[in-house]
């Protein structure tokens, strides 16, 4: 677990922290963070024990033959997980956590340009034949039906009916 912080740069005094005017890499917003992670893994090796631990580790590598010697504390420092991730969302929007965002490492830079898409949807009377059940060629399918998952299957029966499989992203069982 770590640190979360929130930038609201839509409210910011200074004006030109509001919205980006140009392009490009020099311009816009630029963030350094520093992971710390020397700290983080020097605790993990304070107490007598942990250096018993470690060498006798460093004894089952010579007893083993492993041709490198390895640092140890940069192998137990693995167990943690360090990085940044990073949203960027709407203010009425809750981010996903663990699916949305972009995650950097330490001693890494990253570029990313963003977007807005906004969806301005036709009056409920001219969306067209939407539905709520699966088509009929797809009657005897075993789950709650959504758009999403009918359009993968709908995808699927086509490849199929076209050669007899289908590619694995669909995810479907056999004979739809």
């Given at each position: 677990?770590?640190?979360?912080?929130?930038?609201?740069?839509?409210?910011?005094?200074?004006?030109?922290?509001?919205?980006?005017?140009?392009?490009?890499?020099?311009?816009?917003?630029?963030?350094?963070?520093?992971?710390?992670?020397?700290?983080?893994?020097?605790?993990?090796?304070?107490?007598?024990?942990?250096?018993?631990?470690?060498?006798?580790?460093?004894?089952l590598i010579d007893y083993l033959r492993?041709?490198?010697?390895?640092?140890?504390?940069?192998?137990?420092?693995?167990?943690?997980?360090?990085?940044?991730?990073?949203?960027?969302?709407?203010?009425?929007?809750?981010?996903?956590?663990?699916?949305?965002?972009?995650?950097?490492?330490?001693?890494?830079?990253?570029?990313?340009?963003?977007?807005?898409?906004?969806?301005?949807?036709?009056?409920?009377?001219?969306?067209?034949?939407?539905?709520?059940?699966?088509?009929?060629?797809?009657?005897?399918?075993?789950?709650?039906?959504?758009?999403?998952?009918?359009?993968?299957?709908?995808?699927?029966?086509?490849?199929?009916?076209?050669?007899?499989?289908?590619?694995?992203?669909?995810?479907?069982?056999?004979?739809?």
């Amino acid at each position: 677990m770590g640190l979360c912080h929130r930038l609201e740069l839509s409210n910011a005094d200074v004006i030109f922290l509001r919205t980006q005017t140009n392009s490009g890499v020099t311009n816009g917003l630029q963030i350094i963070a520093d992971s710390d992670k020397e700290d983080q893994t020097k605790l993990l090796f304070d107490s007598d024990k942990d250096n018993e631990n470690i060498t006798s580790f460093l004894n089952l590598i010579d007893y083993l033959r492993v041709n490198s010697k390895m640092d140890v504390r940069g192998l137990f420092s693995q167990i943690f997980e360090a990085g940044f991730r990073y949203f960027v969302h709407a203010d009425t929007e809750f981010p996903s956590l663990s699916t949305e965002g972009i995650t950097v490492s330490p001693g890494t830079r990253v570029y990313s340009g963003i977007s807005p898409i906004r969806y301005l949807l036709l009056p409920e009377e001219h969306w067209g034949n939407c539905t709520e059940e699966w088509p009929k060629n797809l009657q005897n399918v075993n789950m709650t039906y959504s758009s999403a998952k009918c359009k993968s299957l709908c995808k699927a029966k086509y490849f199929y009916d076209l050669c007899g499989c289908s590619p694995f992203i669909f995810n479907v069982k056999e004979g739809l």
